[in-house]
């Protein structure tokens, strides 16, 4: 293969302890409130650390998560290591993976790297003047490898969260997926007068919202979205959240599964035309399952549209982890 002929992406894995990440966790996550009010900066990707704590992580392996090509390998200011990596999704589309902080670069620019390659390993920043950990980004726009300093809506607009995408796009050969939008027949939604629909906006370009509610002012919106799951199993479920009519910090998704119910708060203000994971949970075809969301969000409706919060319906999708047999 031409070092220049770039391979499709066929998935995305983890940076760290490929595939999964098992053994670490993100201790700062996208555009989060706590790091800015700590540092005075809208943090653009995830801060990743070894459950052990301390620098237990200094000089762990860090991975390609994806097929693509190294557009920078270089050392910065304050950065330390960093290593850039562009990706060519089957849609024809692309982003681009940042690995932050390394200690050791093992890759070079213009190589072409495969997704579960070992780029580099998690170091301390220059200067060793961080606690050990990766930074890790997924960028939607093309960005200088150092770019830093973005307002809150810039770093939205410009980066993914992570985690939700790399869960979004795992190597395809694994995974079915159904997705249910806000178009489909088994999408159910209240009769009510408050709704609105944003045509521009959305999966597939469309999405109904409306504002939120307290409890005591009482639910009027609500819908469900009823998967036709081919087969029983463990699915991971994923809703869209718009770039666009979605203020909420407090959507409560209700999952009702196999196994009961269980309720996942979601700060949709956070996320920018992003799959967001809900978790996963076993789903049946006997007794199907489907998901609820509703304007009740504990955010009161006021006369102060400048206080006001919008919650947005879009699409779910059921990802299929772990097929089952029922009897």
């Known amino acids: 293969m031409n070092e220049r002929e770039i391979p499709i992406t066929d998935g995305f894995d983890f940076p760290v302890s490929k595939p999964e990440a098992r053994g670490y966790y993100v201790a700062s996550g996208l555009a989060e409130q706590e790091y800015y009010e700590r540092f005075k900066a809208w943090h653009p990707g995830e801060d990743w650390n070894d459950l052990r704590g301390g620098d237990s992580d200094l000089g762990a392996p860090v991975y390609a998560v994806a097929h693509g090509l190294v557009v920078t390998s270089g050392s910065f200011p304050a950065w330390g290591n960093i290593v850039l990596i562009e990706h060519y999704l089957p849609d024809g589309s692309q982003v681009w993976s940042q690995y932050a902080h390394l200690q050791k670069r093992l890759v070079e620019e213009g190589q072409v790297v495969r997704r579960g390659d070992q780029i580099g390993t998690i170091g301390k920043g220059a200067g060793d003047r961080y ?16 770019q830093w300093g973005l307002t ?7 980066y993914a969260d992570p985690t939700n995408f790399v869960k979004s796009h795992r190597p395809s050969a ?14 159910i939604r209240s009769e009510s007068e408050y709704w609105h629909e944003a045509p521009y906006y959305g999966y597939w370009g469309h999405t ?6 307290s409890a005591e002012q009482g639910e009027d919106c609500w819908a469900e979205w009823h ?7 463990l699915y991971e479920v994923f809703v869209f959240v718009p770039r666009r009519y979605a203020t909420t910090r407090n959507a409560r998704y209700q999952i009702i599964h196999r196994r009961g119910v269980d309720v ?19 789903f049946s075809i006997v007794q199907p399952g489907y998901v609820r969301l509703s304007d009740v969000t504990g955010e009161p409706y006021t006369r102060d549209e400048s206080h006001r919060r919008q919650i947005a319906f879009d699409a ?12």
């Open 131 to 146: 606690p050990a950990h990766l930074h890790f980004e997924i960028r939607l726009q093309s960005l200088p490898a150092n």
């Open 152 to 158: 809150r809506d810039q770093v939205l607009q410009a």
């Open 174 to 187: 694994e995974k079915l997926k159904i997705i249910v939008d806000d178009a489909d027949e088994v999408f």
């Open 208 to 213: 109904y919202w409306t504002w939120t509610v």
């Open 227 to 233: 998967p036709r799951l081919p087969q029983p199993g």
């Open 264 to 282: 996942v708060t979601v700060d949709q203000s956070r996320y920018y035309d992003a799959w967001v994971s809900l978790g996963a949970y076993a």
């Open 316 to 327: 779910v999708m059921w990802v299929l982890s772990q097929p089952e047999t029922e009897e």
